[in-house]
């Protein structure tokens, strides 16, 4: 098993504002650098499935496996052999918000996919997070 976490706090933002964002799958392609568009089946709750079309040709097939709102979702994506989680968390504190997303790859095949796929994810979590706390600012 492998784990990335990336923290920052955002002043003048609630979790709310934050969760907007979060929870409007149509608009992922604004903060998401990697995705091009997404849907979701259903409402923005545990077991939704997300769909995501990636600007390098990929499709996605997410699930939401933990959805607390205005707190945290966890999305679950399947490789071969290998189940790769996103967490993401916000937290109110005293001038704005804390926002973290953890990235979990886990399974027999975990270390290629890692290499493959995962490490590239979490290493565009910093530029994702900061047009996410931009958005969240605007709404």
Known sequence: MWTKTH??????????????????????????????????VGAFERGAIMYINLKDGHKLKMELVECVPNQKFTDLYKFPLAKMYGAHSVEEIADGVRISTTFKIEGPLSFLWRKLVVEKVAASEPEQTELLIKLAASV
């Open 7 to 40: 923290t920052i706090e955002a002043k003048g933002i609630t979790a709310a504002q934050v969760w907007k964002i979060w929870s409007d799958v149509s608009k992922r392609h604004l903060w998401d650098i990697e995705t091009e568009s997404a849907s979701i």
